[in-house]
């Protein structure tokens, strides 16, 4: 009766768009296999975790939740979720996102919202699971998983574990391969593991990270073993503090997280550094020109012709003199199948790349991205990793925000830095707000150095 009652619980959540049982228990039982044989088993043997339905899974639906690829089944498998099936975990199905990765509410999914096991003290109003990846913080902070891949443009590992009370990490651009991984904003995508703990999430990428050939921004380097040299002693490490997140608009209970943050990390044995990063209020701007302008490049290839969905116009009413002709297919197609925010995305895309407003909207966005990644580089400099919050925001009540899509994606501010300097960087669950809410602390590291991001984070949790 109690597992019964905690399936309908799960399925209250609608974490998951598919579910692959078989796929689980497949993996499972070749652990009791490698057992028998005596094997050395892989490091996530038998784990079932939850693979976010951006990646493609060979035999098994790959939506990136929107209706033009639904009913598409890949012939191949992603990189990422080759690499985890090679390690040995195994799949409890494809998590629900928001449409084509973008949001940060888990509300623009053509399955459904996505709701966080989460509530308000003495409340019963769904709460938002964060988003993009907000599938996999729901299932894993339901105890359905315990650990599932998540992708991280702008935010959508982090900002979805901060809201949910779990730990989430997007590694340095290019640790882990990008085939297969349904493209977003391609200089900015990369995949990560979303977990309860560090120590999950070091054995993880581990298992999901390293040098393939079939992405030509993919790193040539080894892959360190992060789980093995985890440690929360901190000493002779410096953590900077970065002034310019101090916002208006930041939550009085983030602004307390972020000073309890600090008094651990000193406890830890690290030093505490004031440190700048003056470009900070450009990089949400410039995000939100070069991840559509990326964007509408990428979803191009969503014709009607090649993957999926098909819709054609009513006789007679296309834009065509017949209203039967390819563009005419294009357009009912895209129109049907592209959710309205996936849309908007589009249609900013194109306008910033246009031939009038290119040197205004994304050459200038770009040059802010050098700026911003400059910025890290200084402060690296002067400390080893960073120490700020997460969000602005505790978790919202799903609809909330519906009508302000601007408002929404304020939420990314203290996230999308790092995405556009390419920098490994963490959330951790630091404490529960008045309103019983979970509240996260994010870590920045230098290039390549998942492990101080780790070692910090572990200090933290
Ligand atoms: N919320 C951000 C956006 O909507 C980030 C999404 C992501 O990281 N995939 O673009």
């Avoid at 692959?20 to 497949?26: E, F, N, R």
């Avoid at 939850?50 to 089944?73: C, P, R, W, Y």
């Avoid at 065509?320 to 592209?338: C, E, H, I, K, P």
Wanted: hydrophobic content about 40%; some cysteine; glycine content about 10%.
């Amino acid at each position: 009766e109690s597992l019964n009652a905690a399936v309908a619980d799960a399925a209250a959540l609608n974490a998951f768009i598919v579910t692959t049982p078989d796929h689980a228990l497949a993996a499972a039982d070749a652990v009791d296999a490698a057992r028998a044989s005596g094997e050395t088993l892989g490091a996530m043997a038998g784990v079932p975790i939850g693979m976010k339905d951006l990646f493609a899974t060979n035999g098994v639906q790959t939506t990136a939740a929107s209706h033009i690829l639904e009913g598409f089944t890949p012939r191949y498998e992603s990189t990422v979720s080759q690499k985890l099936w090679d390690a040995g975990a195994g799949m409890l199905g494809k998590l629900n996102l928001d449409q084509f990765a973008m949001g940060s509410s888990n509300e623009t999914s053509y399955f459904g919202n996505v709701a966080s096991p989460w509530r308000k003290d003495g409340s019963n109003q769904p709460m938002s699971p964060g988003g993009s990846s907000g599938g996999s913080s729901s299932a894993v902070a339901a105890r359905i998983a315990p650990a599932a891949t998540g992708t991280d443009t702008g935010g959508s590992i982090r900002q979805p574990a901060a809201f949910t009370g779990i730990c989430g990490i997007k590694p340095t651009y290019g640790r882990c391969s990008r085939w297969g991984v349904v493209a977003f904003a391609s200089s900015l995508d990369q995949a990560g593991p979303m977990a309860r703990s560090v120590e999950d999430c070091a054995i993880m990428l581990g298992a999901m990270a390293g040098f393939d050939p079939k992405d030509s921004t993919s790193l040539q380097m080894d892959v360190p073993d992060w789980e093995g040299a985890l440690s929360a002693d901190l000493r002779g490490k410096r953590v900077g503090i970065p002034r310019e997140y101090r916002m208006e608009g930041t939550d009085q209970a983030i602004l307390d997280s972020w000073e309890q943050g600090k008094a651990w990390l000193k406890d830890a044995g690290a030093e505490i550094v004031d440190v700048s990063l003056p470009h900070t209020k450009y990089a949400l701007p410039a995000y939100y020109i070069i991840a559509p302008a990326e964007a509408s490049s990428n979803l191009a290839r969503y014709d009607g012709v090649r993957y999926g969905l098909r819709d054609l116009p009513e006789p007679g009413s296309g834009a065509g003199a017949s209203g039967s002709g390819l563009q005419d297919m294009y357009a009912a197609t895209r129109a049907a199948g592209f959710g309205d925010e996936v849309k908007r995305r589009i249609l900013i895309g194109t306008y910033v790349l246009s031939a009038g407003f290119y040197d205004a909207y994304y050459t200038q966005a770009q040059k802010v991205r050098a700026l911003v990644a400059r910025d890290f580089e200084r402060a690296f400099e002067q400390c080893d990793v960073i120490l700020a919050p997460t969000t602005p925001t505790a978790s919202f009540p799903l609809g909330s925000m519906n009508a302000d899509p601007l408002t929404m994606y304020l939420n990314d501010v203290f996230a999308v830095p790092a995405s556009l300097a390419g920098l490994p960087a963490m959330s951790v669950p630091a404490t529960i707000n008045a309103d019983g809410l979970p509240l996260g602390l994010q870590l920045v590291g230098r290039p390549f150095d998942e492990q101080g991001v780790l070692n910090a984070g572990l200090a933290i949790q």
